[in-house]
């Protein structure tokens, strides 16, 4: 029975979760995994639900932690060398960038046979300056050489990872796209509709906008709320904008959406009416999905953003930048309405238009699900990733034949 290694940056809420936790649960029974992973940040909301829901009780590695710290990161490296040499892995298969770095450099020293990484996004560009990105750029260069295969979620990073930033060949990525347990945002949606637009008063003929996911830098929710000001100072319908999630930038993007005249409540202090409502985090997401009339996305940089698959699966009109796999994950003008990264005027257009445009929001709500119900299903993502090991467990039995009989 071959083993599995998988090993996760951490459990915060969000699609690396949820995919880790359907490929150690679902996977065929044939494959023997363990999960390992570091502790989320203190910003973030947990996901422990997620696991203990599916009955996964994973390893947790604390010094494995989102910054950069050498000693922790030292200790981090010495746990998973340990934990190699006891569990004795056919395949290492890390997610995302720190537990990528640190895991892989741990397999390579222990010879697994076979060491694979998964991107669920990248920090090439929109995150740090020229010199710290290009150094994570070699270090990603480096670790791909030696791994067995690089795993791409969408077309788009693939173009990404092997043209644009050149961290390695085209034909060493595989293209597996995420894969989640969407039937909960295609059901009960009239009784999740009434539950959350009862709890945040919003009325029948309020148009409710959401946008999810971490308020940080990279979210880019300055982008949202500037976009909610032009739309509002526009239209005679009603809106009302719901932040979903928290982070770091929570003070500032509140001080931001005061500073340019909207009115704003949190939620969780005072159950206000306002244009601008911050939730914080909420685990129920097939509440926001079916409560909200369009979902949003703003980011600068993306890897296949989980809100928006839901968004489809639920069946809701999309607004969002054009960054990442967007394009690949969604149907452009179908779906979603697509604007370039800092393209405020088109994002406002975008949005005002599905506002203004009852027919157009009703239209585009019949296409998501039969869009996404196949394509980013978990059945479909632990298939290709088991006939994945098959081949690359093959390849390296093949390959070690051949240096027996020489």
């Not at 994973?58 to 934990?83: F, G, H």
């Not at 480096?142 to 791994?147: D, P, V």
């Not at 239209?235 to 005249?261: C, H, L, P, Y």
Request: overall charge positive.
């Amino acid at each position: 029975m071959p083993k599995i290694l998988r090993i996760a940056n951490r459990f915060n809420l969000g699609g690396p979760t949820y995919n880790v936790a359907y490929l150690t649960k679902y996977i065929s029974p044939e494959f023997e995994t363990l999960l390992v992973g570091g502790e989320k940040d203190d910003t973030e909301e947990g996901s422990e639900h997620i696991l203990d829901d599916l009955g996964i009780k994973p390893v947790i590695i604390p010094e494995m932690k989102r910054e950069i710290n050498m000693k922790e990161d030292r200790a981090a490296y010495l746990k998973l060398k340990d934990i190699i040499r006891e569990f004795k892995p056919d395949i290492v298969h890390t997610h995302a960038s720190k537990a990528g770095t640190l895991g892989r450099m741990a397999a390579f020293s222990c010879n697994v046979p076979v060491v694979v990484h998964t991107f669920h996004g990248h920090v090439f560009h929109s995150y740090f300056g020229k010199l710290k990105t290009e150094f994570y750029k070699n270090v990603e260069r480096y670790l791909a050489i030696r791994s067995s295969k690089i795993i791409a979620i969408s077309e788009k990073q693939k173009e990404e990872l092997s043209q644009i930033h050149k961290i390695c060949p085209a034909s060493k990525i595989e293209i597996v796209p995420l894969g989640f347990d969407l039937n909960k945002f295609n059901e009960n949606k009239e009784a999740n509709r009434a539950e959350f637009r009862n709890k945040y008063k919003i009325d029948d003929d309020e148009i409710a906008i959401s946008i999810i996911g971490r308020i940080v830098p990279v979210k880019n929710h300055e982008l949202f709320l500037k976009a909610i000001k032009n739309v509002k100072d526009k239209t005679s319908k009603k809106i009302r904008a719901f932040v979903v999630g928290d982070g770091e930038d929570r003070q500032k993007i509140e001080n931001f959406a005061i500073s340019i005249g909207l009115d704003i409540c949190d939620w969780l202090q005072s159950e206000k009416i306002a244009t601008v409502t911050f939730t914080s985090w909420i685990k129920d997401v097939e509440k926001v999905t079916a409560g909200s009339d369009i979902i949003a996305m703003t980011s600068l940089n993306e890897g296949t953003p989980v809100s928006l698959i839901e968004a489809q699966a639920a069946g809701k009109p999309i607004v969002t930048t054009n960054v990442g796999g967007i394009e690949n994950i969604t149907i452009p003008n179908v779906t979603a309405l697509l604007s370039e990264r800092h393209d405020i005027e088109t994002l406002s257009q975008n949005l005002l238009k599905l506002v203004e445009d009852n027919s157009l929001r009703c239209e585009m709500s019949k296409n998501g699900w039969g869009y996404v119900k196949e394509k980013y299903h978990y059945t479909r993502l632990t298939k290709d990733i088991e006939n994945l090991y098959s081949s690359l467990l093959t390849k390296h039995s093949n390959k070690r034949f051949a240096l027996a009989k020489k």
